[in-house]
C-alpha cells in the first residue's frame, strides 16, 4: 500500500492484527498506544457544523471507531473497526455522548477490502448518508474527511478523543490501484490539507460533492491517509443493505 507505516484508525481497541497493531500489515486508523508516527484522529482541522449522518461506534462500551448510518437498519464502517465485537452506536449528534442509541445485531465484512456493514437491532430515522454511485473523486479534489478521532500526536490517542464531531479538508492525491487500504482494497489516497486523521477516525467518512466517497481506513497522522473507495464496492453494499 502507498502508506509505508499505517495503522488501523481505532483508538481503545486492542493491540492486535487489524485492530491497531505495530506493522504495516495491520495499517488502520485507530490505535490506543501507537507510536507517534503511525496512526490516524483528527488532527487540527475543526469541527464540524453538521453530521446528522455520523455515527459514534462502541465495542464493549469502550469508543473505537467512527461511522456512519446508510439506512434505517445499517450502518457502514470499516472492518478493521468491528472485529472486537458487541457493538454499539451513538447516532445523528455532533456530541459523541448524545444521539440516538442502538446496537449492531449483525456483522457483515467485504471480503476483501478494509468495509464492514452492521446491521442494527432496530430502525433509526435519521439523515442518511448518501453514498457514491459511480466514480466521483480525482487527484487534485480537495475533500473532506469527518471523524471522532484522537487530537493529539504525545499521548495515548484513547486519553485525546474528541468529543465533537471534526472535520478536515484533505487533498487527493491517488484513487484506486496502486492505492490501497489497510487490506488491500481500492482506496483513495489523500495529503493533509487543514488536517490529518488519526486513532478514533477509522470507518468515518471522506465526502466530495455532498457524496460519500470513503471510508477511514489509515493513516500516519502527519502527512497521508487512505479511505476505501465506495465505487467500487457500491454493488456489495446494495446486496448487503439494500441500499
Same mark, same amino acid.
Given at each position: 500500500?502507498?502508506?509505508?507505516?499505517?495503522?488501523?484508525?481505532?483508538?481503545?481497541?486492542?493491540?492486535?492484527?487489524?485492530?491497531?497493531?505495530?506493522?504495516?500489515?495491520? /495499517?488502520? +486508523?485507530?490505535? /490506543?498506544?501507537?507510536?507517534?508516527?503511525?496512526? @490516524?484522529?483528527?488532527?487540527?482541522? $475543526?469541527? +464540524?457544523?453538521? $453530521?446528522?449522518?455520523? /455515527?459514534?461506534?462502541?465495542?464493549?462500551?469502550?469508543?473505537?471507531?467512527?461511522? #456512519?448510518?446508510?439506512?434505517?437498519?445499517?450502518?457502514?464502517?470499516?472492518?478493521?473497526?468491528?472485529?472486537?465485537?458487541?457493538?454499539?452506536?451513538?447516532?445523528?449528534?455532533?456530541?459523541?455522548?448524545?444521539?440516538?442509541?442502538?446496537?449492531? =445485531?449483525?456483522?457483515?465484512?467485504?471480503?476483501? %477490502?478494509?468495509?464492514?456493514?452492521?446491521?442494527?437491532?432496530?430502525?433509526?430515522?435519521? #439523515?442518511?448518508?448518501?453514498?457514491?454511485?459511480? +466514480?466521483?473523486?480525482? @487527484?487534485?479534489?480537495?475533500?473532506? =474527511?469527518?471523524?471522532?478521532?484522537?487530537?493529539?500526536?504525545?499521548?495515548?490517542?484513547?486519553?485525546?478523543?474528541?468529543?465533537?464531531?471534526?472535520?478536515?479538508? =484533505?487533498?487527493?492525491?491517488?484513487?484506486?490501484?496502486?492505492?490501497?487500504?489497510?487490506?488491500? $482494497?481500492? /482506496?483513495?489516497?489523500?495529503?493533509?490539507?487543514?488536517?490529518?486523521?488519526?486513532?478514533?477516525?477509522?470507518? $468515518?467518512?471522506?465526502?466530495? *460533492? *455532498?457524496?460519500?466517497?470513503? =471510508?477511514?481506513?489509515?493513516?500516519?497522522?502527519?502527512?497521508?491517509?487512505?479511505?476505501?473507495?465506495?465505487?467500487?464496492?457500491? %454493488?456489495?453494499?446494495?446486496?448487503?443493505?439494500?441500499?
Amino acid at each position: 500500500m502507498k502508506l509505508s507505516r499505517a495503522l488501523p484508525a481505532v483508538a481503545g481497541a486492542v493491540l492486535a492484527a487489524a485492530a491497531m497493531g505495530s506493522t504495516a500489515a495491520t /495499517a488502520s +486508523a485507530d490505535t /490506543a498506544s501507537a507510536p507517534a508516527d503511525v496512526t @490516524p484522529t483528527i488532527i487540527d482541522g $475543526g469541527n +464540524a457544523d453538521s $453530521g446528522p449522518w455520523a /455515527a459514534r461506534l462502541f465495542s464493549g462500551g469502550q469508543e473505537t471507531c467512527t461511522s #456512519t448510518i446508510i439506512s434505517a437498519k445499517f450502518i457502514l464502517t470499516a472492518q478493521h473497526c468491528v472485529e472486537g465485537g458487541d457493538l454499539s452506536f451513538n447516532i445523528g449528534s455532533l456530541d459523541q455522548t448524545q444521539g440516538e442509541k442502538a446496537n449492531g =445485531v449483525n456483522i457483515t465484512e467485504h471480503a476483501t %477490502a478494509d468495509l464492514a456493514l452492521v446491521e442494527l437491532d432496530r430502525e433509526v430515522s435519521a #439523515t442518511y448518508s448518501p453514498l457514491e454511485d459511480s +466514480a466521483s473523486v480525482a @487527484p487534485g479534489d480537495q475533500v473532506q =474527511v469527518y471523524g471522532w478521532g484522537a487530537t493529539c500526536t504525545d499521548k495515548p490517542e484513547i486519553e485525546c478523543q474528541s468529543q465533537m464531531l471534526k472535520v478536515a479538508n =484533505v487533498d487527493v492525491t491517488g484513487v484506486d490501484a496502486p492505492c490501497t487500504d489497510y487490506r488491500g $482494497g481500492d /482506496a483513495v489516497c489523500a495529503s493533509r490539507g487543514d488536517g490529518i486523521t488519526a486513532g478514533g477516525d477509522s470507518g $468515518g467518512p471522506m465526502f466530495a *460533492g *455532498g457524496k460519500q466517497v470513503g =471510508v477511514a481506513s489509515t493513516s500516519d497522522r502527519a502527512t497521508t491517509t487512505a479511505y476505501t473507495h465506495i465505487a467500487p464496492y457500491r %454493488a456489495w453494499i446494495t446486496e448487503v443493505a439494500g441500499v
